[in-house]
């Protein structure tokens, strides 16, 4: 009589077949989902929710770096996203606190096109793009919030404000979460330096900037009679093409003016009511004079005016491109150089002055 016996490779091959795909599942869940992942990073002061709103793609957040005592307010971290198998676009942010000089949105080249930027319309001063983004502190907090150097921590000086900064590094972020991990993490920073608020909002609504169009050099930026004048047309170097307005926030427009030529030039005009920028503008500022009759202040591309709708901020600035060429084009001489900036200028303040009802001025 033969006995057969049960031949147990198949049921030994299947049962290491599905070990397998285990296996592949889950690394292919650690590494393309946030399964198991982190509540929170850098010390509690970036949620994993906004975190993963912001980057917003295929793969695995993690926190790579970070610097700061989660005890106090000041910090520097960065994040980032990445995928195994399927190709997903990386993405790295840092956020971080520091202190910026003035109103910087609207005169510095490293936040440059304030009109392509997006603005947080109520309870915070801030704006974002898909590179990166800002949120300013409460005024209580300038003093008591800095940046950090190596682990030496630089606080605001005369004229400097205190500020929440997100720069992405690899790929982009998603706008409306970015807001959101900017602004709790400005909460967070804020209750640590002891001058919490409650005018950050958890989910802050934006002002989104208009498509690029062809200017009007007539009306420019959408302002009537709003004109550049000769001295800053450099013909075939820097002349008006294409502009870019954001005025759907309550209290800030921008334009952007985008020039053809062979210097790549830019140049862009700012007008806003938010008090943050007004106070940050007039602190400690050397360039502004006071106007006659109690106006305000002025300088060559800055001016506070006392206006209808209370004090409003005017600002100019140039892209270095553009400077440059200006400076040649009037021989290097200083004197024209700052002449030829003032009087464009004075052509902004001129034309968007019964829009802000604020009082006709003469710059100094």
């Known amino acids: ?60 957040l993690a926190q790579v770096r970070v610097q700061g005592d989660a005890r106090h307010a000041e910090f520097a971290c960065t994040l980032e996203r990445t995928s195994r198998f399927i190709g997903g676009e ?35 001063t801030g704006a974002l793009s898909s590179s990166g983004g800002y949120v300013v502190l409460p005024k209580a907090c300038w003093s008591k919030v800095g940046g950090l150097q190596g682990n030496r921590v630089v606080r605001a000086g005369d004229g400097e404000v205190a500020v929440v900064t997100a720069t992405v590094e690899k790929g982009s972020a998603d706008l409306d979460g970015l807001a959101r991990l900017l602004t709790r993490s ?37 302002v009537r009679g709003f004109t550049l004048p000769k001295s800053v047309v450099l013909v075939g170097r ?10 759907g926030g ?26 943050n ?21 002025a300088g060559p591309d800055q001016a506070v005016l006392h206006c209808g709708a209370g004090d409003t901020y005017f600002a100019a600035h140039w892209s270095n491109t553009y400077e440059g060429a200006l400076l040649d084009s009037v021989s290097h001489s200083a004197a024209d150089y700052t002449k030829a900036k003032k009087a464009a200028f004075q052509n902004f303040l001129d034309a968007t002055a019964d829009a802000h009802r604020c009082p006709r001025v003469t710059l100094p």
Request: glycine residues 8%; contains cysteine.
């Open 1 to 60: 009589m033969t006995v057969l016996v049960p031949k147990k490779k198949p049921a030994l091959i299947a049962a290491g077949s599905l070990a397998v795909l285990a296996l592949l599942a889950s690394g292919y869940c650690w590494w393309n989902t946030d399964l198991l992942g982190a509540d929170s990073f850098c010390g509690g002061r970036l949620g994993s929710e906004e975190a993963r709103a912001a980057l917003d793609s295929p793969g695995r």
């Open 90 to 124: 990386e993405q790295r942010v840092t956020v971080r606190t520091t202190h910026e000089q003035g109103a910087f949105p609207f005169t510095t080249s490293v936040w440059k096109d304030p009109a392509g930027r997006s603005y947080l319309t109520s309870g915070a």
């Open 186 to 222: 400005a909460r967070q920073v804020a209750e640590k330096a002891g001058c919490d608020t409650p005018a950050l909002p958890s989910s802050p609504a934006l002002a989104a900037p208009s498509a690029a169009r062809p200017t009007d050099v007539q009306n420019m930026c959408g």
């Open 238 to 247: 820097a002349e008006p093409d294409t502009e870019q307005v954001n005025q």
């Open 250 to 275: 309550p209290r800030t427009w921008a334009c952007d003016l985008h020039l053809a030529g062979s210097e790549k030039a830019s140049v862009s005009f700012a007008a806003t009511t938010d008090t």
């Open 277 to 297: 920028m007004v106070q940050a503008a007039t602190g400690g500022s050397e360039t502004l004079r006071d106007l006659p009759a109690d106006r305000g202040v």
